[in-house]
């Protein structure tokens, strides 16, 4: 919506911020299965939403869904008001606005670190060697690695592994973050290294959807989380409320069952 606004002795004009990810009416079915129930979600730009949620309620196929590595049987997404197209260059395009970072890290075994970092620019947005290998290297210095830049993934630790991920992601240049479970299959010592990493991207004002376990992590960084079960979001609110006062007998249900 455009509107005329008053501003000191100036008029200006503004333009109400298009959200950045819009996902309407989404419907997904994998066979007899509706995984995704009409699903409305609107992400505004620098905005931290958590989905939380019950194992299979959907949350990793929504996750999907927003860089297309599933389809929608019905409704519509839109990345800065473009609606996903459904292949070739353009879809490129768009996905690459969309970095994503998985339970398991899906780093390149057989290329280095740095390589890892790299690859995606120099390969998807053309970036030349040498550019691509600086802005690597800040990456992983800002992600607490850029020591191990020239080691093998299996040469690290999951944790440090896991922060390689999100410099990987980073090196794209993404609108939006999309976590899912990213500290899931850590050892319990290495989780807060990699959720402050996130904590640090959230305050650097990067868009972030994080699927998590994490409660402190939701309660810490989130403006908002979205609570999923059965394929539908059943409650959305401010991390406090959320957590002091659910609404829902689901919501409930599920926070009574976490120590
Ligand atoms: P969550 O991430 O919340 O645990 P998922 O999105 O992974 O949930 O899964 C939601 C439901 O869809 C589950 O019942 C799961 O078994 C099912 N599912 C997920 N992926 C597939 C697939 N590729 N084929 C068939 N069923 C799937
Ligand atoms: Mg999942």
Wanted: hydrophobic share 40%; proline share 4%.
């Amino acid at each position: 919506m455009t509107q005329l606004t008053k501003s000191g002795s100036f008029t200006v004009m503004t333009t109400s911020a298009t959200p950045l990810v819009a996902l309407r009416d989404v419907n997904k079915h994998f066979g007899d299965l509706h995984v995704l129930k009409d699903i409305n979600l609107e992400i505004d730009q620098g905005e931290v939403v958590v989905v939380i949620g019950p194992s299979g309620s959907g949350k990793s196929t929504l996750c999907r869904t927003i860089n297309r590595l599933e389809t929608i049987d019905s409704g519509s997404i839109q990345i800065e008001g473009v609606e996903l197209p459904k292949e070739g260059k353009e879809l490129a395009q768009l996905r690459a606005k969309v970095g994503m970072v998985f339970q398991s890290f899906n780093l390149f075994a057989h290329r280095t670190v740095i390589d890892n970092v790299m690859l995606g620019p120099m390969k998807v947005r053309g970036i030349k060697k040498p550019e691509a290998k600086n802005r690597a290297m800040e990456l992983l210095k800002r992600v607490g690695v850029g020591n191990q830049a020239q080691k093998y993934p299996a040469q690290l630790s999951g944790g440090q592994q896991q922060r390689v991920a999100i410099a990987r992601a980073l090196a794209m240049d993404p609108k939006v973050m999309l976590f899912d479970e990213p500290t899931s299959a850590l050892d319990p010592e290495m989780i807060n290294e990699v959720l402050d990493v996130m904590t640090d991207l959230a305050k650097g004002g990067m868009t972030m959807i994080v699927v998590t376990h994490e409660m402190g992590f939701a309660r810490k960084a989130a403006d908002r989380v979205v609570f999923m079960a059965d394929g539908a979001i059943v409650e959305e609110a401010e991390p406090d409320t959320f957590f002091t006062n659910p609404t829902s007998s689901r919501a409930k249900d599920f926070l009574s069952k976490l120590i």
